[in-house]
């Protein structure tokens, strides 16, 4: 029996917590090859209730620069047919948590999400990509998923540290070991 909570009893720790914010869907489908796992969404992308919604992220300018002779819609249900058309399927490693602003060091009771359940619904998955540091901190919970799992430089704005070029090689790596792109260019 579950008990109500109140000032004498804290809310019990699987209890959901009603002030958690909540992340956004798994944009898959059965023919996605990579999985780019991000930690959870920004404030704009929560906002939008869209993926990569900030517009500094290099996201989209990294997969667009990617596949440059299929150019990438710029409405966002377009972007998330032509990512799946790709062979790109999107999620992030946390279903909840609570933060103050975007950055990923200001995430506290993070849940996770439902890693084994979302690969059986995606059978030709060959790649894992973490979108940073933070997603790639759980990789030993991705590792059995696919076939192999990678840590990619970061597209939010606060990695500055790697240019868009240098981003754009290890994203476009990612995608010729996942078989989306030819070995050499």
Not at 15 to 31: F, I, W, Y
Not at 49 to 76: C, K, M, S, V
């Amino acid at each position: 029996m579950q008990r109500k909570a109140d000032s004498k009893h804290p809310p019990l720790p699987f209890a959901p917590d009603p002030a958690a914010l909540q992340g956004l869907p798994p944009l898959v489908n059965t023919q996605i090859r990579v999985l780019i796992l991000g930690s959870f969404p920004g404030v704009a992308s929560l906002q939008a209730g869209q993926y990569y919604a900030h517009p500094r992220n290099q996201f989209w300018p990294l997969l667009a620069a990617i596949w440059p002779e299929h150019p990438q819609p710029t409405d966002y249900a377009g972007r998330c047919a032509w990512l799946l058309e790709r062979g790109v399927g999107l999620w992030d490693v946390y279903a909840s948590c609570q933060r103050q602003g975007s950055l990923d060091s200001a995430i506290e009771n993070a849940r996770l999400n439902d890693f084994p359940v979302l690969a059986a619904q995606c059978p030709q998955l060959r790649l894992i990509a973490h979108n940073g540091g933070e997603s790639h901190r759980h990789a030993r919970l991705t590792r059995d998923l696919a076939a192999q799992t990678l840590r990619l430089p970061s597209s939010s704005p606060a990695n500055a540290s790697w240019s868009f070029a240098r981003k754009l090689e290890a994203w476009r790596q990612a995608m010729r070991m996942a078989g989306l792109l030819p070995l050499s260019d």
